[in-house]
């Protein structure tokens, strides 16, 4: 009893270190407190139903009663009995609360506070999780088993944090995991009794022996792999631990940040914008959530001031964003459907900037203060004091979507327009560019159909192609010199059709932010330092700024085009990307968005100079599949084992050899008749032995007992007095396998010529048919003798590896300065 | 008389003859001794083994019967000592007499110049006299005055005797009880086999009767058939792993000598042989273990005072004792690599 009750708190103890990751998901430690209470009450429950010898059933129950009480204390609905005794109405409650955490698993990102919904949900998990380790580790003495229970408790940071798993809390439960087997190791060995040396000193129970060692040296082995196999990068994985972690060190540096510091209208955004997306690491800058199915670009910055150098950001002003923002749904115009969604966004340590990524336009804003300002002509929440670093938010956000015949009925701007009296047509005078904006547009009857008629030329029929690492630059030379060479990214893109655009006589500016990214999960997008974009945004009468984004859409990673900008270089309609992961586009949600979303991809500069058709990302599944192949083959390794084994000795023991059975004689003369030419003896003795091997694995397999004591007529006997007796067939073939077996072992001549396999076989059924179904179902997909002689085979490896580190320490020992010193004393 | 060396056994006999030999004498012997068959085909076994037996049994179960029914199964030369405690040595052995006539010393050959020596009672007598018999049930020779006479082939000592616990009886060395190949007991008959004795007994002794049914010729020639019955190398290595185990065993005292090792597989040889087969089995010797191991061994004061006998003790050991597998390692074995894979002391399977 005592012996289980320890059991009982290692397995509690366990339990807890394996919630450890958790940590990873709240900010505080409150679940760590409440689901302590809960595995130990469920310990004490264990301990108290063990306590009155109740059966295994009994001491599953008593542990769920056990939970039911703590969570009805700590999660009371105020008409408990007792405070712990839970009525109809405490049940009502927990489903309140169980329903209220999926809300909130949505609508918290990383780290979430101490709701009592996700409390609740937390320490049911760690709760149940507790009673599952108990049944197996005490109950069913199975304790390598639970850490699958104690595995589930992982995958859920993993879940969370899809491409950053915190290493730390991982170490902690596997430690807990390796406590458990410890523990059940130490427990197993004294059930012998008490471990002595040779001269009569009692042996600690933590003391290695070769058999406690053998399990720790694998289990710490487990881990070792288990913690570096993640490191290793699998193509097809992209943000394995290890790019996290080298980013992690890159971003000290922190060249090149969005505008770092500094006061928002200082930003060369331009400049931060190729120096980021030129930036060999990646980094995650921003995790962004929201309820919209397919949002356009989360943005962040303006450039609305043309000079002869370029587009430039002019400074902001605003008012506070606590109070209420202006709402784009009062400017009702049709063919502009305007939805209202919200979205969480949560700005990593790596993005420090003066400005805060929202979608267009935040009607409404949380966890902000009223440092923060918004500038509602150029829909930037910017701050003069504070910074985007670590900034956690949310926001309410009017998404509008136009239809081309909406933006077709704006007509042009009066020339009293505040827009065009704040210059935001105004054109530096390039010959090239007003020859060219005059070719584009002629003939074009409406505002809209010129904006298209440039954002069409964009495209890769024009000769157009993406390439990163080009010079970046904006000026009216720089322009010039991109449409001529037809090669850039986004940033020459959206400014060359900004400056086209206003050459036009219609307003238009370089805005920046995030594309949708490549890693999404749920709602949730992460964003890094690749996601970032510039493209372009025209005003247009009664409606407003309206975004293009004329950057060929296969160099931008989540990219996202409109009905109103549609991809230029598409063929009509979309086809969907055989393999890629559609991340969820959702056309009846957002009639007005298609989204066309890639994986990252390393733009290099042989990638896209020249190439017309998109380059495919290799799908992922094809990784997943043979995962699982993998995994299935895993699993069915020692079947096949067996197999082959049967296989091999079927193959030894032919049906049948023509020959006589020699006579049993004890005289010379019948000895000198038996002789039989050595390699058929040898043979015949060879398939004896493969028979009975077969047996013995056999007997193993459905679960008869084998004794390493017994001789083989006394298997036969025992066989044939127990399981077979009744089946005069398998008797009769009993007696023939154990007497061939016998003959092969200790006679000078074998048997031969007698017919094992078919003998074997008759067994065989009659054992088959004498084990329960679940042995048969087990003998056949995990055979117990395929896995016995593995682990024996670990075991044996393990053991004789402790006997040569133990003779390496003790020679060692031999050159310890005490003793050597002792040594020389003595003489 | 004829003086046949140890190794003059004669020709060997095929395997029918063999059957026929051996199967007369038992039944022969099992005339007189009523349910008994086991012991009797041991007795036989013993003397097949070149060896020497002594029947251990409480008074009035039939071991004097036994032996004398064996001993008057074979046509050859019998003698009976009945020890008791005013025996002397020169009894056993013989003595050198002065004769008048020749003026020369004569030796008068003793109890022992004889194929079978039926030693009735012999722990009655002092352990002078039964040490009298050390040299001639080892070594088959008797040394008188510095002359040393060979004995007979076949020669055989059937001695009985009452457990050490009766009164009057003096305790056998352990040197003489290691020269007896094996001890069995009678045992009481079951019920069946005390009526059949009633019925068969109750008149006349079935003893004065039996005629003898093989002579010493056919019974050298059995003895060296017997001597061809294979032992393959895992028998023999389950013989030395069972004699190890006495000697490792933390209740015994004394363990078996090597002596034990080669009569236990002499002996199961001719067991092997009675039982028609041409090769030992370790069923064989694990058969014979208590007979031939457990007079000889001598637990711990610990284990006299748990009142363990020897044969509890033995036929423990042999069944915790694996089979010695010279083939590979079983995958049973669950004993770590390297280390003394001869540990006997591994609770046997349920
Ligand atoms: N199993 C038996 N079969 C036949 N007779 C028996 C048996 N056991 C004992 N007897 C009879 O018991 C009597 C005593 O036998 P005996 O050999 O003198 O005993 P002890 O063991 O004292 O030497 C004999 O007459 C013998 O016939
Ligand atoms: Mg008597």
């Known amino acids: ?827 | 008389m004829t003086q046949q060396t140890w190794d003059e056994v004669g020709g060997l006999l095929p395997h029918d003859e063999f059957r026929a030999a051996s199967e007369a004498i038992v039944a022969n012997i099992e005339q007189v001794i009523e349910g008994k068959t086991a012991t009797v085909r041991l007795a036989l076994a013993v003397l097949l083994a070149e060896g020497h037996l002594l029947i251990e049994d409480v008074p009035g179960v039939g071991k004097t019967k036994l032996a004398k029914a064996l001993a008057r199964s074979i046509d050859c030369s019998v003698r009976r000592i009945q020890f008791t405690p005013d025996l002397l040595p020169s009894d056993v052995t013989g003595v050198s007499v002065y004769n008048q006539e020749t003026h020369d010393f004569e030796f008068r050959p003793g109890a022992v110049f004889a194929n079978l020596v039926v030693g009735d009672e012999i722990n009655r007598a002092s352990p002078k006299t039964q040490s009298a018999l050390l040299e001639c049930m080892e070594e088959r020779q008797v040394t008188v005055d510095g002359v040393t006479y060979q004995l007979q082939t076949p020669f055989m000592v059937i001695a009985t005797q009452n457990p050490i616990e009766m009164e009057g009886t003096y305790p056998l060395p352990e040197a003489q009880r290691d020269r007896f190949t094996a001890r069995i007991a009678m045992g009481y008959p079951d019920v069946g086999a005390e009526l059949a004795m009633l019925d068969g007994h109750g008149a006349t002794d079935p003893l004065d009767q039996l005629r003898p049914v093989s002579d010493a010729a056919t019974v050298r020639r059995l003895i060296a058939t017997v001597r061809q019955v294979h032992v393959a190398d895992a028998v023999k290595q389950y013989a030395i792993d069972l004699v190890t185990a006495t000697r490792e065993a933390p209740d015994l005292r004394l363990g078996a000598s090597p002596r034990a090792t080669l009569q236990l597989l002499r002996t199961a040889r001719a067991v092997a042989a009675l039982e028609g087969r041409d090769y030992v089995l370790p069923d064989d010797l694990q058969a014979l273990a208590v007979p031939v191991l457990a007079h000889r061994i001598i637990p711990t004061a610990d284990a006299q005072l748990a009142r363990r006998t020897t044969d509890a003790i033995v036929s423990d050991l042999v069944h915790r004792l694996p089979l010695p597998n010279d083939r590979k390692r079983s995958p049973y074995d669950t004993r770590p690599a390297g280390g003394n894979g001869r540990g006997p002391y591994e609770p046997r399977r349920p």
């Not at chain 1, 115009?333 to 949560?346: M, S």
């Open chain 1, 1 to 827: 009893m005592t012996r289980h009750r320890n059991l009982g708190l290692v397995a509690a103890g366990a339990t807890l270190l394996a919630a450890a990751p958790l940590s990873a998901i709240f900010e505080h430690w409150t679940w760590l407190i409440e689901s302590a209470i809960a595995v130990g009450v469920v310990a004490g429950a264990a301990a108290l139903a063990r306590a009155l010898r109740a059966p295994l059933w009994g001491q599953v129950l008593g542990m769920l009663a056990g939970l039911t009480l703590a969570l009805t204390w700590l999660f009371p609905a105020g008409s408990e009995i007792l405070a712990v005794l839970p009525t109809p109405a405490t049940f009502a409650h927990f489903s309140e609360l169980l329903g209220g955490s999926v809300r909130d698993m949505r609508s918290y990102g990383v780290e979430v506070p101490d709701t009592p919904p996700l409390l609740f949900i937390t320490v049911l998990g760690v709760g149940a999780v507790a009673v599952v380790v108990d049944l197996l580790t005490v109950g069913l003495r199975r304790p390598a088993l639970a850490g699958l229970p104690m595995l589930a408790i992982y995958s859920v940071p993993v879940a969370v944090y899809v491409d950053n798993v915190p290493p730390v809390p991982f170490v902690i439960g596997a430690v807990g995991y390796l406590w458990l087997l410890g523990a059940d190791n130490v427990d197993r060995v004294r059930r012998f009794g008490r471990r002595f040396t040779g001269d009569g000193r009692d042996v600690d129970v933590w003391e290695a022996s070769p058999l406690a060692a053998a399990g720790r040296r694998l289990a710490v082995l487990g881990v070792a792999v288990a913690v570096l196999l993640p490191l290793v990068p699998v193509p097809g994985m992209n943000g394995s631990l290890l790019d996290s972690l080298s980013s992690g060190n890159g971003s000290g540096n922190g060249t090149g940040r969005p505008g770092q510091g500094g006061a928002p209208g200082k930003i060369d955004l331009f400049a931060a914008l190729s120096g980021q997306l030129n930036e060999s690491e990646v980094a995650d800058l921003v995790k962004v959530t929201t309820n919209e199915p397919s949002p356009f670009y989360l943005r962040f910055g303006v450039a609305d001031e043309l000079k002869s150098s370029g587009f430039e950001v002019t400074n902001p002003t605003g008012r506070p964003v606590t109070r209420d923002l202006p709402n784009p749904t009062v400017r009702d115009v049709g063919g502009v459907e305007r939805r209202q969604y919200e979205a969480t966004v949560e700005v990593t340590r790596d993005l420090d900037m003066p400005l805060l990524p929202v979608y267009s336009e935040p009607i409404r804003t949380e966890d902000l203060n009223s440092s923060w300002l918004y500038d509602d002509d150029r829909q930037i929440v910017f701050s003069n004091r504070e910074n985007s670093r670590g900034k956690r938010y949310s926001f309410d956000y009017v998404r509008s979507t136009y239809s081309p015949a909406a933006l077709r009925a704006a007509r042009k701007l009066p020339a009293d327009h505040p827009l065009v009296r704040r210059q935001q047509t105004k054109t530096p005078p390039v010959p090239q560019v007003t020859e060219l904006v005059n070719r584009l547009v002629q003939g074009k009857a409406t505002e809209y159909d010129k904006v298209r008629a440039i954002y069409d030329y964009f495209s890769s029929d024009n000769g157009f192609s993406y390439q990163l690492r080009t010079e970046g630059g904006t000026s009216g030379e720089d322009i010039v010199d991109f449409l001529t060479n037809k090669v850039g990214f986004c940033q020459q893109y959206a400014a060359a059709m900004g400056w086209l655009v206003r050459a036009a006589g219609i307003p238009a500016r370089v805005a920046f932010g995030f594309t949708s990214g490549s890693n999404r999960n749920g709602n949730t997008y992460t964003l890094t330092n690749r996601n970032l974009h510039a493209w372009t945004e025209v005003y247009f009468d009664g409606i407003g700024w309206v975004p293009f984004d004329a950057t060929p859409a296969y160099g931008v990673p989540g990219s996202t085009r409109s009905t109103w900008a549609p991809d230029t270089d598409a063929p009509d309609p979309l086809p969907d990307q055989p393999g890629a992961p559609n991340t969820g586009t959702d056309p009846e949600e957002s009639p007005g968005a298609v989204g066309s979303e890639r994986e990252d991809q390393d733009t290099d500069a042989g990638l896209a100079l020249g190439e017309e058709t998109p380059t495919e990302q290799a799908p992922v599944w094809p990784w997943w599949a043979a995962g699982s192949l993998l995994l299935l083959l895993v699993l069915a390794l020692p079947a096949l084992r067996r197999l082959a084994l049967r296989r091999r000795r079927g193959r030894r023991a032919p049906a049948a050899v023509a020959a006589t059975e020699p006579d049993v004689g004890v005289g010379p003369a019948a000895g000198r008749r038996m002789v039989v030419v050595g390699a058929d003896a040898d043979q015949a003795r060879a398939d004896a032995h493969a028979v009975w091997d077969e047996l013995l694995d056999t007997l193993v397999d459905y679960r008869v007992p084998v004794d390493r004591t017994e001789t083989p007529r006394a298997t036969a006997d025992r066989l044939i007095g127990g399981v077979l007796s009744g089946h005069a067939e398998s008797v009769d073939a009993m007696r023939l396998l154990g007497r061939a077996e016998e003959r092969a072992r200790y006679a000078r001549d074998p048997l031969t010529g007698e017919p094992l396999a078919p003998a074997l076989r008759a067994v065989r059924g009659t054992l088959a048919a004498a084990a329960g179904r679940r042995t048969r179902l087990l003998a056949a997909v995990l055979p117990p003798s395929v896995l016995q002689r593995w682990r024996l085979t670990v075991a044996d490896a393990s053991g004789r590896m402790v006997a040569v580190t133990g003779q390496a320490r003790h020679r060692l020992l031999r050159w310890n300065p005490r003793r050597l010193l002792a040594d020389r004393a003595a003489r």
